[in-house]
């Protein structure tokens, strides 16, 4: 007998473990569901064995630690290579004020400004894509390995001082504004 689901319950997100026991050396994937508590038994020797001894635990341990590294790195880089206060002086200069500013002005300080490309960048490569605010654009950016180079993850960074936008209807060729 099949089982039917009468009415779908929440969504439940399954994802595949990998596991190596310790006491038997057997390997065996199941999913982040059959985890009671946390543990699961191996089934060739009934040990317990914590989610956080699995095999797939620990390989994104190790991934979250090298994108941390990546993370740093990649500030490091456009922070040594974009002009802060070339920036704040345009903003002084056109009055360009943000709103979670502390300066009574509304015109951020360098340090902010620095603060904010800091965070878009660290959630441009959390979110795998493309973050904007206060003028900044930080596009994220990913290739694999391949025979022509590394696996490499990047942002590119932008500050907007100029932008228009166009759209025209293909069928009348009136513009169309959203």
């Known amino acids: 007998m099949g089982i039917e689901i009468k009415k779908p319950g ?30 699961i038994k191996c089934p ?3 040990n317990e ?14 991934s979250n630690i090298k994108l ?10 456009i922070f040594e290579t974009i002009d802060f206060v070339k920036i704040h002086e345009h903003m002084k200069n056109v009055g360009w004020k943000w709103a979670f500013t502390q300066q009574k002005d509304g015109i951020p300080t360098i340090q902010e400004i620095e603060e904010c490309l800091g965070k878009l960048i660290e959630e441009a490569v959390d979110r795998k894509s493309t973050i904007s605010t206060g003028g ?43």
């Open 68 to 77: 941390t590294e990546v993370k740093k790195r990649l500030r490091s880089e």
């Open 136 to 178: 900044f654009t930080v596009r994220y950016k990913e290739f694999p390995k391949d025979e022509e180079g590394p696996h490499t993850i990047g942002v590119d960074v932008v500050f907007y001082v100029d932008n228009a936008v166009s759209d025209v209807d293909v069928d009348t060729l009136e513009y169309v504004y959203y």
């Open 10 to 39: 929440k969504f439940i997100d399954r994802k595949k473990v990998d596991v190596t026991c310790k006491r038997c050396e057997c390997e065996f994937s199941c999913y982040n569901t059959d985890f009671d508590k946390g543990v």
């Open 44 to 46: 060739n020797c009934n």
């Open 49 to 62: 064995i914590p989610y956080v001894e699995t095999d797939t635990y620990k390989t994104e341990q190790t």
